[in-house]
């Protein structure tokens, strides 16, 4: 089953307003990514934060990791169309690089 | 950055033919890669590991015979749909691990492939 759950399944917004994603896990993590996905394309790694890291920055995003409830937040600030894409977070399994669960994911629209 | 090519972008076959797929790691050597399936506004599910000189090895409920991994060189993994059917009818995207020391969990994805049989 997906460790990773992921509200809301879809988002749509305005270009300048702020988009908020969340992602759920179930087991113990070393680091918590975040991907994104253009429609019909590949991933693109966006942010990586670790067990021990509770925030993140990087350009517009920012992410948020809580252990405790197992959940991460993905805050996109001043949100463009550009940004209308599938954003996944995903966990690693184990100690194998790249067998990563992912999320369901959340579309995020971003509207001119 | 590192670029992770993957051939063919889209194809579409006859029910019953084989379909290959290749996945490159264009400026690094890659001695694992991933494959993923992908079905329409769903998330990845992760299908198997590619290893270099190696067996696959294959995530529970894929079946090994379907989707025959060989990964023979450092820098090629191929992805072989064996007689497809419709069923088989998905975006297929491969990966390969970030080399850089304190990267490695992050991994570079291939374009994907849409495999849509008849």
């Known amino acids: 089953s997906q460790q990773g759950e992921e509200d809301p399944q879809a988002l749509s917004i305005q270009e300048g307003e702020n988009a908020t994603m969340n992602c759920s896990y179930k087991t113990s993590i070393n680091n918590l990514q975040w991907y994104r996905q253009n429609s019909g394309r590949g991933l693109v790694h966006l942010i990586l934060i670790r067990s021990n890291e509770r925030e993140k920055h990087s350009g517009r995003l920012r992410v948020t990791l809580d252990t405790s409830k197992k959940s991460s937040s993905l805050l996109i600030t001043a949100s463009r169309a550009a940004d209308t894409a599938s954003y996944f977070c995903a966990t690693l399994r184990g100690t194998s690089y790249g067998k990563l669960t992912f999320g369901q994911g959340t579309i995020l629209t971003v509207h001119p | 950055g590192a670029v992770v090519s993957q051939h063919p972008s889209w194809v579409i076959c006859k029910s019953g033919t084989s379909v290959k797929i290749e996945c490159r790691s264009l400026d690094f050597q890659a001695t694992t890669m991933f494959w993923y399936r992908q079905f329409p506004k769903q998330s990845l599910m992760l299908m198997a590991t590619?290893?270099?000189?190696?067996?696959?090895?294959?995530e529970q409920g894929v079946e090994k015979d379907k989707f025959l991994i060989n990964h023979a060189s450092l820098t090629l993994s191929t992805l072989t749909v064996t007689s497809a059917h419709p069923e088989d009818s998905s975006f297929y995207i491969c990966s390969a691990p970030a080399q850089a020391q304190g990267t490695k969990n992050i991994q570079y994805f291939g374009a994907g492939t849409r495999l849509s049989v008849l």
């Open positions: 590619s290893n270099e000189g190696s067996k696959a090895t294959y």
